[in-house]
């Protein structure tokens, strides 16, 4: 193919399922030819934008939430993770952290090529670390591996507007329709939503490489 694949994802660093998502399609890029180029670009979305920065305890939003305890959908989340090689653990993580730092952080990483590698960074960090995502000292720590300096880190996690900017980019994201994480977007034409099975990564990344051949 002479253009390059296209991929535009719409996912939360507080999403477990986008832990799974990402890994699944990260695994069906790895199994594409090496002469075809893949652009991925990443958009924010908030599972909860209204998140307190402090966090919450996670089990509890979930009962308020639900109406019902989260264990059972956890196991069940924690096998599907397990079969695509993530050894989650979802009550490692006991508190639900505001994203908006960590979504400026990811958004600022496309024009240093590492957005993808972050999001995904971010994620597991929140989930098979257990850490805060909210507290600019570790999106700092995990961005120093991304290209970012300590400074500038801090800098764009601590910025009102930035966030704000997230906010309003998520929100016109739901007003489109997009109301479930991860979302994947094709060649700007064929919309996966969920952590599809690595087969159906598969199926549609060859049915969109083949068309553009």
């Known amino acids: ?13 507080a999403c ?7 890994g699944r399609l990260d695994k069906a890029l790895a199994a594409l030819p090496a002469e075809v180029a893949v ?5 924010p979305f908030l599972l909860d934008a209204r998140a307190p920065a402090q966090g919450e305890d996670v089990v509890e939003m979930l ?13 069940r989340l924690e096998a599907e993770a397990k079969a695509s090689g993530i050894d989650l653990d979802m009550r490692k993580q ?3 952290y505001a994203s908006q730092s960590a979504e400026a952080l990811i958004m600022a ?3 240093k090529g590492t957005q993808h590698a972050l999001a995904r960074a971010l994620g597991h960090v929140y989930y098979l670390e257990g850490r805060n995502i909210a507290d600019p000292e570790v999106l700092a720590e995990v961005a120093s591996g991304f290209g970012f300096s300590r400074e500038e880190a801090i800098g ?4 009102p507007a930035r966030r704000r900017d997230i906010e309003a980019l998520a929100a016109s994201a739901a007003a489109q329709g997009i109301g479930g994480v991860p979302f994947f977007i094709l060649q700007r ?3 996966l939503s969920g952590a599809q099975p690595e087969a159906v990564f598969d199926q549609a990344l060859r049915t969109v490489i083949a068309e553009a051949a």
Not at 156 to 159: E, H
């Open 1 to 13: 193919m002479t253009e390059a694949l296209s991929i535009d994802i719409f996912s939360d660093p």
């Open 16 to 22: 477990p399922w986008c832990l799974v998502g990402l």
């Open 39 to 43: 652009e991925i670009a990443h958009h």
């Open 63 to 75: 009962r308020r939430k639900y109406g019902r305890d989260p264990f059972e959908t956890w196991d």
């Open 94 to 96: 006991k508190m639900r």
């Open 109 to 111: 990483a496309a024009e």
């Open 156 to 159: 764009i996690a601590t910025d």
């Open 189 to 191: 034409k064929y919309a």
